[in-house]
């Protein structure tokens, strides 16, 4: 396992989140290639702007994963969001690490740096097809329920995860 430094983002590393968001994310979801309505998605919303924006809102924390001075991996969390009508505590959006440090603690890690901050019950979802389903149930975390979306007139469904902690 690596030592990464976990930080809160910055305005100045808005552009670092945005390209690594599109690099994980179409390394996750174009499986089949980059299709343009993937492309379209990742470039019109993982901007500059956008995370400019997320980081203004009180609900939300981003924490990043730096090792030799470049950013790795980060977590976005939403305290205000919830799953039904559940106490699940914050919901983890997004936990987006470059490929090449899977396995290595950086999403671990991410993960404890938003607890200690924001207390130790959390949810998140993810695509039902995604490796991350692995790291997920072999942090612990309970399944516990379903959550589908609609993206470009297909049904993505996705597992509900939580920390269950009471």
């Given amino acids: 396992m690596y ?15 945005a ?9 996750t979801y174009a499986l089949e290639g980059v299709k343009q309505e993937y492309a379209d998605y990742a470039l019109t919303t993982f ?3 956008y995370f400019l924006a997320l980081l ?20 976005q969390a939403n305290r205000s969001s919830q799953y039904g009508d559940q106490d699940l505590g914050f919901e983890i959006e997004k936990l987006y690490v470059l490929r090449r440090w899977h396995g ?4 671990s890690q991410l993960i404890t740096a938003a607890c200690a901050d ?7 979802y993810t ?3 995604n490796e991350s389903n692995q790291f997920y149930q072999k942090l612990g975390l309970a399944h516990c329920g379903q959550f589908d979306f609609s993206f470009n007139g297909k049904v993505i469904a996705n597992h509900v995860y939580t920390s269950q902690i009471d």
Wanted: a negative charge.
């Fill in 56 to 75: 203004q809102r009180d609900e939300i924390s981003i924490y990043v994963a730096e090792h030799d001075g470049a950013i790795q991996g980060y977590i």
């Fill in 118 to 124: 924001l207390g130790e019950k959390y949810w998140l």
């Fill in 104 to 107: 290595k603690g950086a999403g």
């Fill in 19 to 27: 390209a690594l968001s599109i690099q994980v994310w179409l390394d």
């Fill in 127 to 129: 695509w039902v097809e």
């Fill in 47 to 49: 901007t500059q702007a």
């Fill in 3 to 17: 030592h990464f430094q976990i930080r809160p983002a910055r305005p100045c590393d808005a552009s670092s989140l």
